[in-house]
DNA sequence: AATGAATGAGCCTTCATTCAT
DNA sequence: GATGAATGAAGGCTCATTCAT
């Protein structure tokens, strides 16, 4: 992705600066003072090493799908000698982890979910990067539960129902946090819920194959 | 855009141009010069009938919830007669069939949408009066089912896995435009999914029953 | 002055607010909203009566003199049976007690030595109305004392030299407020001012004679 | 109009026209816009250089203060060498004199006066910096006519008198200038009218002490 | 006669961007 | 190559005023 990044320490200093106040403030709300300032660099860098702020917003995209993939491996969910149920189970613990991670972490899926809710012209690249390969994970292990082709339709919907149950703990979690906030109050509460998915998944997958 | 029939009184005008707006460009980016002028009225008129353009907003997310539940409502799922799986199954129907609505009220849960990824001061006032009684209906269905008191934590989550699943064609739009357009291509494409919706939670909710 | 003046209600209202309220606030941030506001009078009022604000702020001064006439009298220092030394302390008395009244007439003079360290057009009628009877009479008593002819320069400046020492408590007031605040903290300490302006200046009257 | 050398920095060009401008229009009327345009630098000069306009006023008043004082500096009264009679007709002279300098300076205490007529934010800094010192050398010269100790009630009434007689000249020149007009004509006229005040102080207190 | 709705000019401020160094 | 000064376009908002009723 980030082939033409020259690696000098004030451009990765304003990448990674980026990345936190855009998933704080959104592109229109953060200012590239703010970005500049936190990064310790002059006012004009964003335009020098980025071109312009639009520019910087999508590297920075770029960037934090590369360090969530980076970060947050997959690699228990894709042992194929593991029975899907179980790959199932790890895959939306591990998925959940990563999007309610509050670390610095947590920083990047927030500013992939504020792009997914609000696309720009930077999405269709972070699809492919980034999404298309966890879909391919998840289709693998659907799949062999199911015992159906991968293209099947039903195969797709139910990939939709599970991805869903955990990108509402991102996407909704403004309401979670108002009406049921002891379903995410700590980390045993969010494993709970991870394993309620996956058994409520398990469950609809066995009703329907 | 909605037609500006100059008949209609300007604050009402201004309240419809203001969904439509702040639905398209969100919050921040849009302008009530911008507003204003789509609407026919003068700049100052925001000022004059709403006091900010803050004010306008949550107004004008008042009136899309409502102008939402007053054209999609949930009566057939209300009625207490049928069997709660025919209950839900008309829920999610509906309910999806609210969120995908592409003509003239798709502004409405755009805007909605939009405030629950980006909460603002004016979210709290419309969980209360527009996602609470939704969450009540579903409680109430979810809870026959798996008869199980309203209050369980097991009911709660299940709310949010059936919910989930119909928010995800909102929130993630974007990707399932790109990647499975072939799920939300007609109406029929979307009943077809909220019978999928349906199907899997009756799965899940009788497997953990 | 105000011959024209309908006799209405709402016209007198808007007078004595507005005399207020430019007092407080000075010209340009006193708002016609606001006045009509606290006049129980439509917006339009201001215009409809006035023709402008500007307008009303030269008719509100102009009520103000007359009032600030009408209820502050001198008429115990033109006795021309006393003594003038007593005379001189009556109006030095009598005068700073105009200025400093904080009651609904301190208004008047508040307004009045805002137009004078600002002037506007609506000065030099007020000059003539207001001040020269004042200058008169003061001219009169310091004249007597000095035993010089009324159109002399030692009698103009004896005038300016006592005139000024009573309006500092009005134009400076601020400085004093903060500075020697004890001068002006009650009745008692308004009247010893009054009575040390007195002594000053006649002592000063006596050792040019 | 100051000169505006356009080799003086934007910073100090500001600075002098914003003297200039808030003297003549007061801060309300006085516009950032037409501050910019005489000082021609941009628009956006003011929030660069001094943050919001309110910053530029309180800026613009120390300025003025300091100014004032370096080109009418109160040398010669300060000297203790020379009898307090003496220094009290220096200070009054110098005093007079900066504020009826009607040169390029006159806007300097035009500017002052105002603050002090209509106290904001800005005038608590002031009358530290600028006021106190001026206080506390005429106090010590009428302390010395007197032989009373500095914070005797009757010296700082006597202060106030004295000081009233000179301010007058600014806060009431709109009066002076219509009806004893001949008192301001010249430097002459000037130096007479300090020569009275001197003279009607001088008197007072040798009869108060 | 008197009002309340509506206007438009103009204000301060913010911000991404540019330019000379 | 990199910076700090400087810019200008645009935004939200206020307010005296006007106009139809």
């Known amino acids: 992705m980030i082939s033409n990044s020259p690696t000098e320490p004030a451009f990765d200093r304003l990448l990674q600066v980026a990345v936190e106040v855009f998933a704080h403030d959104g592109f229109r709300d953060a200012t590239v003072r ?28 770029a960037f934090a799908f590369q360090e969530a993939n980076r970060l947050h491996p997959q690699d228990a969910a894709q042992d194929q000698n593991l029975p899907p149920e179980q790959r199932l189970g790890l895959f939306i613990t591990h998925f959940l982890g990563k999007l309610l991670d509050d670390s610095q972490l947590g920083f990047h899926s927030k500013l992939i979910a504020r792009e997914i809710a609000e696309p720009t012209k930077a999405l269709d690249d972070i699809i492919q990067t980034a999404i298309v390969p966890q879909f391919a994970l998840l289709t693998d292990i659907i799949q062999k539960i199911l015992n159906r082709p991968d293209n099947s339709l039903l195969v797709r919907r139910c990939l939709l129902s599970i991805f869903s149950q955990c990108l509402m703990f991102k996407h909704s979690r403004a309401v979670i946090d108002r009406l049921y906030p002891e379903l995410i109050a700590d980390e045993a509460a969010i494993a709970a819920s991870a394993e309620h998915i996956t058994q409520f998944s398990l469950a609809a997958l066995k009703g329907l194959a």
């Open 34 to 61: 703010d970005i500049c300032a936190k990064a310790n660099v002059n006012v004009a860098s964003v335009n020098y090493y980025f071109r312009s702020k639009e520019a910087l917003y999508a590297q920075a995209l």
